[in-house]
């Protein structure tokens, strides 16, 4: 009988920016445990997956959990390729010093549950550019030009594009570092079209729990008061923005924080 394939994942550490091995994380679908063949590079392949749309929770005590729907296609019409970027929970062993920050988020004095947001790391500078006349929307590759060292960009890696219109702006998932004449592949096309000159920042995505309450931590901070941007979707396809200062390389406790 012959083997399809029907999703892979690449799972990856994101604050060491490593990949994952088989026995650091466990993934359930419906509830039950599966064990997905592995291959070197953090990648987790489930085979013979029936058909339509399924829900895998992947789960770590080291990193913060996180829920992955993906519509699986029938036999031998391919398959799904998803990236995972795990962020640490607060018993992650980081060995040494680190900046974290715990808090809830609030909206009109309610806790926001379940609740995706971004923070704009590092000084939040941009480090990318749209290199072409017009990206258009539905594109799979973006060509870019990096305004930093590419060493200094992580892939796979989340971005911000900041379109002058700001219901434009989106967040894309880059999988690797140029593949050729500048030319960045991403998992999914983009939603918008973009034009040259418009320039990327890195995010970090992170959810909240059933509370409202949300812990992160951000490598490679300095010692010092830092700013960082909040920044939730609406429902109107613009973004809530909110800047909080916090202190480097220090644990910050944040009170409610109102957006």
Same mark, same amino acid.
């Given at each position: 009988?012959?083997?399809?394939?029907?999703?892979?994942?690449?799972?990856?550490?994101?604050?060491?920016?490593?990949?994952?091995?088989?026995?650091?994380?466990?993934?359930?679908?419906?509830?039950?445990?599966?064990?997905?063949?592995?291959?070197?590079?953090?990648?987790?392949?489930?085979?013979?997956?029936?058909?339509?749309?399924?829900?895998?929770?992947?789960?770590?005590?080291?990193?913060?959990?996180?829920?992955?729907?993906?519509?699986?296609?029938?036999?031998?019409?391919?398959?799904?390729?998803?990236?995972?970027?795990?962020?640490?929970?607060?018993?992650?062993?980081?060995?040494?010093?680190?900046?974290?920050?715990?808090?809830?988020?609030?909206?009109?004095?309610?806790?926001?549950?379940?609740?995706? %947001?971004?923070?704009?790391?590092?000084?939040? /500078?941009? =480090?990318?550019?749209?290199?072409?006349? $017009? #990206? @258009?929307? !539905?594109?799979?590759?973006?060509?870019?030009?990096?305004?930093?060292?590419?060493?200094?960009?992580?892939?796979?890696?989340?971005?911000?594009?900041?379109?002058?219109?700001?219901?434009?702006?989106?967040?894309?998932?880059?999988?690797?570092?140029?593949?050729?004449?500048?030319?960045?592949?991403?998992?999914?096309?983009?939603?918008?079209?973009?034009?040259?000159?418009?320039?990327?920042?890195?995010?970090?995505?992170?959810?909240?729990?059933?509370?409202?309450?949300?812990? %992160?931590?951000?490598?490679?901070?300095?010692? /010092?008061? =830092?700013?960082?941007?909040?920044?939730? $979707? #609406? @429902?109107? !396809?613009?973004?809530?923005?909110?800047?909080?200062?916090?202190?480097?390389?220090?644990?910050?406790?944040?009170?409610?924080?109102?957006?």
């Amino acid at each position: 009988m012959e083997t399809h394939i029907s999703v892979i994942f690449k799972i990856m550490d994101r604050f060491r920016k490593r990949p994952l091995l088989g026995s650091e994380v466990s993934i359930s679908v419906s509830n039950q445990i599966w064990r997905p063949l592995y291959k070197p590079g953090g990648y987790f392949i489930f085979t013979d997956l029936a058909p339509g749309m399924i829900s895998f929770e992947v789960g770590s005590p080291a990193f913060q959990k996180e829920i992955v729907k993906a519509n699986i296609p029938a036999a031998g019409k391919g398959y799904v390729m998803s990236h995972l970027l795990l962020n640490p929970s607060q018993i992650y062993p980081f060995g040494g010093d680190v900046t974290t920050v715990t808090g809830k988020i609030t909206r009109k004095k309610l806790p926001c549950a379940n609740q995706h %947001f971004y923070i704009i790391p590092s000084h939040g /500078g941009e =480090v990318m550019k749209v290199a072409e006349d $017009k #990206a @258009e929307a !539905g594109n799979n590759h973006l060509k870019l030009f990096a305004a930093v060292p590419e060493a200094q960009l992580t892939f796979p890696g989340k971005y911000l594009i900041k379109d002058k219109d700001e219901a434009k702006r989106e967040v894309c998932l880059i999988t690797q570092g140029g593949v050729k004449d500048g030319m960045y592949p991403l998992e999914k096309g983009l939603k918008f079209s973009h034009l040259r000159a418009t320039a990327l920042v890195e995010v970090i995505e992170y959810t909240t729990s059933d509370d409202g309450s949300f812990f %992160f931590a951000l490598p490679d901070l300095k010692n /010092g008061r =830092v700013s960082l941007d909040f920044i939730i $979707k #609406a @429902e109107d !396809g613009k973004s809530l923005v909110k800047t909080i200062g916090i202190e480097g390389n220090q644990r910050n406790i944040l009170t409610d924080l109102e957006i």
